[in-house]
């Protein structure tokens, strides 16, 4: 014969419910339901959370054109090369903050600056918390690659960032 006891201390109520069956011995288990809790069980039950997910992916297009193959989320880089004289744009899906850097130096340019670098030039034409654009062209014949790269750093959540390489070629 076995026997479970079910406390219900939210009401101040004590139960037993008598079960038999087969067997030897009884087994008494105690159940405490906690104030207010009304149907659940007072016992403590790990949750854990959700892995934390991406803020925000990124895509780019070229000449209006999405570029297939880009599609960075936080944590990831990649390089994309782009002929001098075409105007890219990079589109996240959440809120982050861009930040450009030129020849191993962070640019602080208004909208609409021209930034020359290795024979080549970028404008920036847009800047938003979720889209960054720039036109681009090239004096010439570029002697050397010129890599312009952005940092997409999420403003929801700052320890996740992406990175593209854009490379400026001939």
């Given at each position: 014969m076995r026997i479970v006891k079910v406390f219900?201390?939210?009401?101040?109520?004590?139960a037993s419910l008598v079960l038999s069956g087969?067997?030897?011995?009884?087994?008494?288990?105690?159940?405490d339901v906690g104030p207010g809790v009304g149907v659940g069980v007072?016992?403590?039950?790990?949750?854990t959370s959700p892995a934390p997910t991406a803020a925000f992916d990124i895509i780019m297009f070229v000449n209006g054109q999405q570029v297939a193959g880009v599609?960075?989320?936080?944590?990831?880089?990649?390089?994309?090369?782009?002929?001098?004289?075409?105007?890219f744009e990079l589109d996240a899906s959440g809120p982050v903050a861009w930040t450009l850097v030129v020849g191993g130096s962070i640019i602080r340019a208004p909208l609409g600056s021209r930034i020359d670098y290795g024979g080549a030039s970028i404008?920036?034409?847009?800047?938003?918390?979720?889209?960054?654009?720039a036109s681009t062209?090239?004096?010439g014949f570029l002697p050397n690659p010129v890599v312009v790269t952005l940092v997409a750093t999420s403003l929801v959540d700052s320890r996740q960032?992406?990175?593209?390489?854009?490379?400026?070629t001939n």
């Open positions: 219900l201390a939210s009401l101040g109520l004590g087969c067997g030897g011995g009884s087994v008494d288990v105690g159940v007072g016992v403590q039950i790990p949750v599609d960075l989320l936080p944590g990831e880089e990649q390089d994309v090369y782009v002929r001098a004289g075409n105007s404008v920036q034409t847009l800047i938003t918390n979720a889209r960054f654009a062209s090239g004096a960032e992406a990175q593209i390489n854009v490379v400026l």
